[in-house]
């Protein structure tokens, strides 16, 4: 028993990925159980934010407000984001994709415009980063994000070849800042009041070790579900050569973000705060926004990245560990 708790610490968060897909295959595939899946299907939308607002605000207990300034790495890695965008949109504009092309390049598109997780900054705290400095670019990230997608993804094209339908830009973008505010805002807020208000509740809070941590991983277990329902579903609508082909597509964006966030990174002795900024997708808010204003099975694309990111980020807090370098989050 004692080596399988110690595995599970060791490997959560690839056991909350494996656990999620396999607890979506069976409800959905064994006869006994898909009425219940089928009757959890609606509120599943409404657990992850749940999940992300309760990591956020044990993650903001522990940071000092004071330290949440923008620093210079920051201002690089938006740029790069940005310059990752345009070329993305270049690609697609200047060669007139259409079909399957078109669908690859934006299930890539989705993964580089789409804002640094809000998990990031446990991961930072785990490989001893500055929490305080990826607290403040989760925001200016996000802001990022708001701007670019209003502004992109009326100059793509639709699959069948018509003018993409999008939203006006003011409404989208308040729409997306209303979404960025509730996830970030409202835990940072919360944290606040405890953490100068509530001062025996915040001490309590923060004595949990690797609280932040593991509540990450129980909300990959909801993410990797409906991450394997959205493949399955795909599935049905094309063929597993070119869902294969976004996986590997994904893989290779994951590797260059990360590599080119640590890459800059290394410039101010920031390899890991950068690293995780640039490499570490909302993936979560990737799908939706995938799925709202994009192809459908572009989708697939955030669905896959979210595996690769959790792999590197696994490997990377398994390196740390074993030098003795690990830290609580």
Same mark, same amino acid.
């Given at each position: 028993?004692?080596? =399988?708790?110690?595995? @599970?610490?060791?490997?959560? =968060?690839?056991?909350a990925m494996g656990t999620g897909g396999i607890v979506y295959l069976l409800f959905r595939f064994v006869p006994a159980l898909r009425p219940i899946g089928q009757w959890y299907a609606p509120h599943n939308a409404?657990?992850?934010?749940?999940?992300?607002?309760?990591?956020?605000?044990?993650?903001?207990?522990?940071?000092?407000?004071?330290?949440?300034?923008?620093?210079?790495?920051?201002?690089?890695?938006?740029?790069?984001?940005?310059?990752?965008?345009?070329?993305?949109?270049?690609?697609?504009?200047?060669?007139?994709?259409?079909?399957?092309?078109?669908?690859?390049?934006?299930? +890539?598109?989705?993964? +580089?415009?789409?804002?640094?997780?809000?998990?990031?900054?446990?991961?930072?705290?785990?490989?001893?980063?500055?929490?305080?400095?990826?607290?403040?670019?989760?925001? @200016?990230s996000n802001f990022i994000s708001a701007l670019l997608i209003p502004l992109c993804f009326p100059l793509l094209p639709a699959a069948d070849g018509e003018a993409a339908e999008v939203a006006a830009f003011f409404?989208?973008?308040?729409t997306i800042l209303y979404k960025v505010s509730i996830v970030l805002l409202l835990p940072m807020l919360c944290a606040y009041i405890v953490k100068h208000r509530f001062k025996r509740l915040h001490r309590r809070?923060?004595?949990?070790?690797?609280?932040?941590?593991?509540?990450?991983?129980?909300?990959?277990?909801?993410?990797?579900?409906?991450?394997?329902?959205?493949?399955?579903?795909?599935?049905?609508?094309?063929?597993?050569?070119?869902?294969?082909? +976004?996986?590997?597509?994904?893989?290779?964006?994951?590797? @260059?973000?990360?590599?080119?966030?640590?890459?800059?990174?290394?410039?101010?002795?920031?390899?890991?705060?950068?690293?995780?900024?640039?490499?570490?997708?909302?993936?979560?808010?990737?799908?939706?926004?995938?799925?709202?204003?994009?192809?459908? =099975?572009?989708?697939?694309?955030?669905?896959?990245?979210?595996?690769?990111?959790?792999?590197?980020?696994?490997?990377?807090?398994?390196?740390?560990?074993?030098?003795?370098?690990?830290?609580?989050?």
């Amino acid at each position: 028993m004692n080596a =399988l708790v110690s595995f @599970i610490k060791n490997w959560t =968060l690839p056991v909350a990925m494996g656990t999620g897909g396999i607890v979506y295959l069976l409800f959905r595939f064994v006869p006994a159980l898909r009425p219940i899946g089928q009757w959890y299907a609606p509120h599943n939308a409404n657990v992850l934010p749940d999940f992300m607002f309760l990591i956020l605000f044990v993650t903001f207990c522990k940071v000092d407000f004071r330290k949440l300034l923008p620093v210079k790495w920051h201002f690089w890695i938006g740029i790069q984001q940005v310059v990752f965008v345009a070329a993305q949109l270049g690609i697609i504009i200047g060669f007139n994709l259409r079909g399957n092309a078109l669908i690859m390049m934006e299930a +890539i598109l989705v993964c +580089i415009i789409g804002p640094c997780a809000a998990a990031a900054a446990v991961v930072t705290a785990k490989l001893g980063g500055s929490l305080e400095e990826m607290t403040t670019y989760t925001f @200016i990230s996000n802001f990022i994000s708001a701007l670019l997608i209003p502004l992109c993804f009326p100059l793509l094209p639709a699959a069948d070849g018509e003018a993409a339908e999008v939203a006006a830009f003011f409404p989208l973008f308040l729409t997306i800042l209303y979404k960025v505010s509730i996830v970030l805002l409202l835990p940072m807020l919360c944290a606040y009041i405890v953490k100068h208000r509530f001062k025996r509740l915040h001490r309590r809070i923060v004595s949990v070790k690797d609280l932040s941590y593991y509540l990450w991983g129980c909300s990959l277990v909801v993410v990797t579900g409906t991450t394997a329902m959205n493949i399955v579903e795909a599935w049905e609508h094309t063929s597993v050569f070119f869902l294969c082909s +976004i996986a590997v597509m994904g893989l290779l964006l994951c590797i @260059i973000q990360f590599a080119t966030g640590r890459f800059i990174g290394h410039y101010f002795d920031k390899t890991i705060e950068a690293g995780q900024s640039l490499g570490q997708k909302n993936t979560a808010f990737s799908i939706w926004v995938a799925t709202a204003f994009l192809h459908p =099975l572009s989708s697939v694309g955030p669905g896959c990245y979210i595996l690769w990111q959790n792999i590197i980020n696994s490997v990377e807090i398994w390196i740390f560990r074993k030098r003795g370098m690990e830290r609580s989050s």
